[in-house]
């Protein structure tokens, strides 16, 4: 009888390039723990793939020496860290109570009809994803909007919905977006 070399697991593809491991590696010494880089990992990966899926998550706690279950503890906190990819624009219409009192329900419904997309959906072309906040934190420009690179848009009105959206659709104000 001859023995059959055991069968090896598949190997994985990693998620996380060699040089945003060394972006990660490279916050340690400005951290007491190497848990406590948790969030500023979950950034530069969101920065990078836009989003953070399972693998990722896996990848990082293997870096930081940390059970997967904590990073997405910290990941699942924050509501800042998609698991799926995102447009290369991300805008959040506020819904809290000032906003939602001067009709930010109603501009959020109409951004999404007037992209034929649902609230926390990408547009088919990929570059816009409208998702609802529940406090932006910037109430004197009720109802308002934030987009992820840093525009702030408000007070709103359906006219300044559609212009926002036309702003937004093209492209990132920090940086290249996709073709």
Known sequence: MSAEAPAR???RIALLTEPLREQIRALFPRYPSKRAVTLPALHLVHEHL???PLQAMSEIAELLEIAPAEVHDTMSFYGFFPQAP???VRVWVC???SCMLRGGDELLGHAC???GIHPG???PDGKLTVEFAECLGICDHAPAALADDGRVYGPLDEAGVEAMLDELKRGRKDGPTRA
Do not use: N
């Open 113 to 115: 009809r007037k992209l």
């Open 95 to 97: 819904r809290s109570l």
């Open 50 to 52: 836009r989003c953070v």
């Open 9 to 11: 697991p598949p190997q």
């Open 121 to 123: 959906e990408t547009t």
């Open 86 to 88: 995102i447009g290369d």
